[in-house]
């Protein structure tokens, strides 16, 4: 089962393609946090939020509980500054030597970048995000 680490915009269109792969960045989480911890910016995952029919598909995917639903909290949403401090961060770092993360480090330097552009348009338009995550 491959997972993949997706960006979700509030609202029903946001206007522009916020499609990004994720699935390296997913392989790879553990390490891409590490580094995020080490440039003194908030992990990924921590901008991890779904709402109840993210959770619902999850579920449905064999990723968790059905008894979570009836204790999910309210989604969370964040500004798109928020998100490209990290993602500015983790870019510049793996830009000078992107196979710090081994032989995919390239992979995930690509996924990043079409995060930064997703949440460049996010913050430009004064929207709110989330990072969320599908396993197939």
Do not use: C
């Not at 009836?70 to 030597?97: F, H, N, S």
């Not at 480090?105 to 970048?113: F, Q, S």
């Amino acid at each position: 089962m491959a997972a993949s680490m997706y960006i979700v915009v509030e609202g029903e269109d946001p206007g522009y393609d916020i499609f990004v792969n994720g699935r390296a960045l997913a392989r790879h989480e553990s390490a891409v946090e590490r580094l995020a911890l080490e440039l003194g910016v908030k992990p990924l995952l921590e901008f991890f939020s779904a709402d109840e029919h993210s959770m619902a598909l999850l579920i449905e995917e064999g990723a968790g509980n059905p008894d979570l639903l009836k204790r999910l909290p309210p989604p969370q949403w964040y500004r798109g500054e928020d998100g490209l401090r990290t993602i500015d961060a983790l870019v510049v770092t793996l830009e000078e030597d992107p196979y710090q993360l081994g032989s995919e480090g390239a992979m995930v330097l690509a996924e990043l970048r079409e995060y930064q552009s997703v949440l460049r348009k996010t913050a430009e338009r004064d929207l709110r995000w989330h990072l969320a995550v599908s396993w197939r």
